[in-house]
Structure formats: C-alpha cells, structure tokens
C-alpha cells in the first residue's frame, strides 16, 4: 500500500479521557490533514484507550471460526506491549469508506484469507504509533528524556528510577498530542506474542454459551418464520393453501411472495408445522428441464473453442509438435454448497421509519445496502447488528438471504427472525461452481514437461459480486491456481471461458479460484510424472529450483511423510504443491482403498510456508480444518440438478466427513521472515489432488472428474 504516514495514522480528540487512534488503509479516504481541519476524522478503525487502560479494538473483520478475534488482537498487542487480554473487541459497523479492506478494492468484506494481510502493517504501526505516543507523555511528567522509558505491560516505566504510570493515566494528555511522523516497529526478534501459541480469546463465550451468534438475536417480541422457495431456480408461485397451516397452534401469520411462501409462528417447531401443513402449486418457469448434463456438455462443448488468453509462455504449439511423449485429459468438478453449520439467518424489524438487522455476515456494509434498496430506506435508516459466524466459507459473502428476510418481514408487524431448514440451505445455496478443464502436456526425451497447455470453462464469481474485476474475459480469482504456476515451464499455455449456468447462481466457496484449479494442474503433473516414468515427488522437485519456497515445503512435508517407504498393498501417497493466497504448501496424504473401491485417508502430513506467523495454533488449526474439508468435498461433494431441481437435500446425501473417517494431520510450519500469508482456505484446495494422486498410486485409477465416490472401484 503506497500511503504515507499522515494518511492512515491520526489521533483525534480525547474521547471520555482517553485515547483514540484510528488508522485508514484505503487511499480513498480523506488524509489526515483535511480531516484535522474539518475537526473528525473517519478512520478506518479504531484503537481506544481509556482511562481504565483498557484497549478496545474496533474489528473491521469478521470471525468465523479462523482466529481472526486472537491473531489481529495480537498484533496492536505486541506493539502496545499489552496483555493480550487487555484488548476488547467491538463489531464494527457497516461503513465501506471507514472499514474497507484494502485488498479487497475497500470492499467491508472478511474473505480472501486476507484479514491478517491486510491488517499486518497498519495495525502494527498503530499499535505502536500509540506506545511512542503515550512513552512521551511519562517522559514529559517526569521530565525526563522518552530514551530512558519504556513502555511494558501497560504501563510506562523510568527505567533509571523504576517510576511507573499506567496508560489509563496517560491516555488523555496522550490524545492532545500530535501524530508522531515516524515510529520504530518491533524487529522480529523482539516479538512477544507474534509467533507463540495464544489462547483464543473468543474461545471462554463460546464454550460457556454466551457467545452470540446470528441465530442467537432475540430482540423483543420476536417471532420466527421458515420459508419454501421455488424448488426450480427462476420459478414463481402459482398458488397456496393455507388453510391447514393457519390452523397449526402458535402460527400467527403466512406471508406469500412472489417465489416463496414463509410461516411465521412463535416458534420454530409450529413454523415448521405450519409449512408442512401448506399446499403449494408451483410455476417452475424455464428451467423446469435443467440436468448437470445438460450444462457439463455445455461447458465441453466450449473448450473446443479458443477463449481469453490467462499467460502465455514461449511458444506451446511449436513445443507440443515438437515433444517426444503427449498427455491429454479432461478433468471435471462439480457444482458445490457451502453448508455451514449455523444454518442461514437473518432477524429484521421493519418499521415506517426504519430497518433493523440483526446478522452474521462477511460483507456488513452490503448487507445494510441490500436492506435499504429492498425497504426503499435511505442508509442512514437501516442499523445492521454483525454477530458471530458459525461458518462462512464464503456463503455469507452474498446477501441474499438479507433480502429474503426483509421481504417477510415488511409483511410482519414487529420483529422476525428467518431460519433457512438445512434443506432449503442446501437446495437454495449459490454453488461453488462447476468447471470442465481441456489441458494437454508434451514431455521432452528426458521426460521434463516443455509444453502445457489448459483451456477450461465455468462460471465466474467476480463478475457478478465485483463486475469491474472481470477485464478481458479474465478475474483473478477464476485463474488463480492455474496461472503462475510455482514450478519452471517453458511453454505455458492457459485460456479461460466464462460461460454462466443458466439459471444456477454461483458464488465464492472456501478456497475459491485454487479449489478447482490446484486439483486440476496438481493432477496433471502426476500425470506427466507418470508418463516420464518418474517420481512424482522427484518430478517436481526438478522444476522447482527458481521457486526455492515451493521447493523447500515439499521437501519437508516428502521428508516428514516418509515419502518412498514401503507400504501395504491397497495403500499409495499422493503429493500436491501450491502457491495460493501468498502462501507456499505442500501436502502428501497416505491413502487405503479398498478391493470395493471404498476410499480412506488414513494420514495427512502438510509442510507450510505462510511468511511470517502471528498465532502457530492458528495456522494449525486452519490447515486441520482446510484438510477436513477438502477431503470432504473431494470424496463426497456434489450438487446435482434434474428437472430443474437440485436432487440433494441434507447431510444424508450431501455428505460430510465424519469424525471415525478423519485421518491423522500432521502440521509442519516453515520459519519465515517474508510478509504473513493467508491460511484460512490454504489447506483446502491442496488435499484434493493429493487424494486422488494417492489413489492412483494404490491402484493406477486416474481420478479426473470430483467426486471420487465410486470411481476407486477395481473393475
């Protein structure tokens, strides 16, 4: 970020006797100097501390279950030289110019596993902008020079004379000071809560149940609705009885729209009731007849055409002609859903003057907007209450659950609380999308790629959730995984054709761009591997050599996995490399199959380089969870249509891994000095391939299409 210190450091007045500073990473926001003269300034949070010394940290981010509310803490912490438990979090409001994420375009967004990126330096800087701050204070009391103070566990100290003040008595002269031009951050030897194991401080509410979540808001009077949308994408409502549902106990209302039907009801269980008990006749409209067929062969049909150019290196078509060994294959994944633990919710109370909202979302400013756009409120009229998450993933990136519930509750005297049924979730969800990859290698005498050539097709998220990200028939996010690529080709040649299923809303899920494209080009190097008759852990440790972070996870995690020891028959390993979201990973799973076909991972072993580690429990963590994940997707997950509908509904045919088939994860990070790296998707996009790669060394089975399900079997 090219700001100077001026535009993103300022202190404004003293606010109840103490200390605010707030710091902007948006280059769109006014700088300092002009909002000094304007008398406010808005910046993009905040550090408050009062004269209790306690630190309250306005979180421009969400948590959802990846640390967020500790590692984030944990940097204004060890530059403040506080306990990590001084640190108070409050939600931060929906506001885009105060708390845009910088590397997310100034979007209010929390995704990207870009939260501790984009918080690394500004918060630092502020954390320490205000110890400097509140060190001259001391010093200036005591008349002495701020070299020989210094500041440690909340309080200043003379170190001459051993005189102590807290920064609650500092805080108030320190908000009249001016903002210092320059501070000294920590050198990374001088870290003392970066890079050690701390406790997750939101950990104590939720094991004792006051954690709030989304689905926890209870404002007064509140009543609570479930919903039937048209189970074909598009339809509409051709009508409803709802005579026997009116006559279940406890439902006060049914609240018809144009494509759904909602009860409401003082509880959940008469909701549901009552929405069993309708008799609802549907229009299905013009996607009554939609297959997954009907749009995989939509896609392959577009791969035989030439689309917009993602990289290109040297010249693919001289090298292919030229190759002494071809490799050609399609590879296939499917439509996906999110499926987050918490179900889908969202408590609004419309009133003539205003809209209340009470949610667990990823994107808070545009959650407030959809509210007014769908009440015809002007912003400023519609107060929106963040919570907790109990799983994103990327779902609660989109609002259209908001508008839903706005919707019903413009019909709803008072306040109402709308639950998605984990079927309606499912069957509603807006998927992961599903891609088909045309990619073809040549190898040279030796067996070393010199040609690579992919063209795939699908869906692109960017172009409907930010459309000026999508330039050329490209986004970043599409290609990510499939460009760029961590080892030395020659010859590189990738296209990239958005075609949009109709009628199936797509959006970003866990791991995003990379979930697709790592399994594909992961896959594709095993598969070169193998026709160069060649190790595959040799294979790309030989194109690694100008990428010695990539290089050097695969070493350790080949190493750690005792990759090439003997190992039972039915049993192979597998390998996959990434370089995603600025962070190099390795992983290697043992995989078992069974003379059926049945696929189990036994042990997963992961090498990680993510730069500089703020929380290591963290980032272990989020690779154990990742992994889970993607095992989860790679052997059971698929979203299907047939006549228009989506066929699964609930966790008995839309599967999840279950704890008993949960295999060991073995976690090993690289000492890094390099900027941190994102690890909340990470581990998810490199399991896939290595799965299906331990497969085919178990039982020479290539597994190019997702799921695995049954494809294991031994004909």
């Not at 100077?4 to 007045?13: E, I, K, T, W, Y």
């Not at 390099?674 to 990470?682: D, I, K, V």
């Amino acid at each position: 970020m090219d700001l100077s210190r001026r535009r993103f450091l300022s202190v404004s007045a003293a606010v109840g006797g103490g200390l605010l500073i707030g710091f902007t990473t948006s280059p769109s926001i006014r700088n300092a100097e002009a909002a000094e003269a304007g008398g406010t300034f808005t910046p993009n949070a905040f550090i408050r501390i009062g004269s209790d010394g306690q630190i309250v940290l306005t979180m421009p981010y969400v948590e959802m279950g990846q640390g967020t509310y500790t590692s984030i803490p944990m940097l204004i912490a060890e530059e403040l030289e506080v306990d990590l438990k001084q640190v108070r979090l409050e939600h931060a409001p929906p506001n885009e110019k105060l708390y845009g994420n910088p590397l997310l375009g100034g979007i209010q967004a929390t995704g990207n596993s870009n939260a501790v990126r984009a918080s690394w330096q500004p918060l630092r800087q502020a954390g320490a902008t205000a110890r400097t701050m509140l060190v001259s204070v001391a010093a200036k009391r005591w008349n002495v020079d701020p070299a020989s103070c210094r500041a440690q566990s909340g309080e200043v100290r003379h170190v001459p004379t051993g005189r102590r003040l807290k920064y609650g008595e500092l805080a108030a002269d320190a908000a009249r000071l001016p903002v210092p031009e320059s501070v000294v951050l920590k050198r990374p030897e001088q870290f003392k809560l970066i890079g050690t194991s701390a406790k997750r401080l939101d950990t104590p509410a939720k094991v004792n149940g006051t954690a709030v979540y989304g689905i926890d808001a209870r404002p007064p009077g509140v009543k609570i609705a479930t919903l039937a949308q048209s189970p074909v994408f598009g339809g509409r409502v051709k009508s409803v009885d709802d005579a026997k549902a009116k006559a279940v106990k406890s439902v006060r209302q049914i609240v018809r729209l144009d494509d759904a039907v909602a009860v409401v009801a003082d509880h959940m269980g008469a909701a549901k009731k009552g929405l069993a008990a309708l008799v609802i006749e549907w229009d299905d409209g013009t996607h009554a007849k939609l297959t997954t067929n009907e749009i995989v062969g939509a896609l392959e049909q577009a791969t035989l055409k030439s689309g917009a150019i993602a990289q290109n290196i040297g010249n693919v078509e001289n090298a292919m002609a030229a190759a002494v060994t071809k490799v050609e294959a399609t590879y296939q994944v499917p439509f996906l859903a999110h499926a987050t633990m918490e179900p889908m919710n969202c408590t609004v109370h419309v009133r003539k003057d205003g809209c209340e909202v009470w949610v667990g979302s990823q994107v808070m400013a545009r959650a407030q907007a959809a509210a007014a756009r769908t009440t015809g409120l002007p912003l400023d009229k519609v107060v929106v209450h963040n919570h907790l998450i109990g799983g994103g993933f990327g779902r609660r990136l989109e609002v259209d659950g908001i508008t839903r519930a706005v919707q019903i509750a413009m019909q709803v005297d008072g306040p109402v609380k709308v639950v998605w049924s984990r079927e309606e979730d499912i069957q509603h969800d807006m998927y992961r999308p599903l891609f088909f990859d045309r990619i073809s290698g040549g190898l040279d005498e030796k067996g070393a790629p010199v040609a690579w050539n992919n063209r795939f097709a699908g869906s692109s998220v960017i172009a409907r959730w930010v459309p000026p990200g999508f330039n050329n028939g490209l986004d970043p996010d599409t290609t990510e995984g499939a460009i760029d690529l961590v080892y030395a080709l020659p010859n590189l040649h990738v296209e990239y054709l958005r075609v949009e299923p109709p009628g199936i809303p797509t959006a970003f899920w866990r791991s995003v761009g990379p979930s697709h494209n790592v399994f594909v080009t992961e896959s594709f190097m095993d598969e070169l591997a193998a026709a160069a008759k060649q190790d595959p852990v040799a294979y790309r440790r030989a194109l690694l050599d100008k990428t010695p972070r990539a290089k050097a996870v695969l070493e350790l995690a080949a190493q750690k996995a005792g990759w090439g020891k003997p190992l039972p028959k039915g049993v192979g390993r597998g390998v996959s490399v990434q370089h995603a979201f600025a962070t190099y990973l390795a992983q290697v799973a043992e995989v078992e199959v069974s003379k059926d076909g049945a696929v189990r991972v036994r042990r997963v072993v992961c090498a990680v380089d993510c730069g500089t580690v703020v929380n290591p429990d963290t980032v272990r963590a989020q690779i154990q969870s990742g992994i889970i994940f993607g095992i989860t997707a790679a052997l059971h997950g698929e979203i299907t249509l047939k006549g228009g509908r989506i066929e699964q509904s609930n966790f008995h045919d839309y599967q999840m891994l279950r704890m008993n088939e949960t295999p060991a994860i073995e976690v090993y990070i690289v000492n890094s000095a390099e900027q941190p790296g994102g690890m909340g998707e990470a581990g998810t996009s490199a399991i896939p391939p290595a799965v299906t790669n331990a497969i085919f060394a178990a039982t020479g089975k290539r597994i190019r299409k997702l799921p695995v399900a049954n494809q294991a079997a031994i004909a």
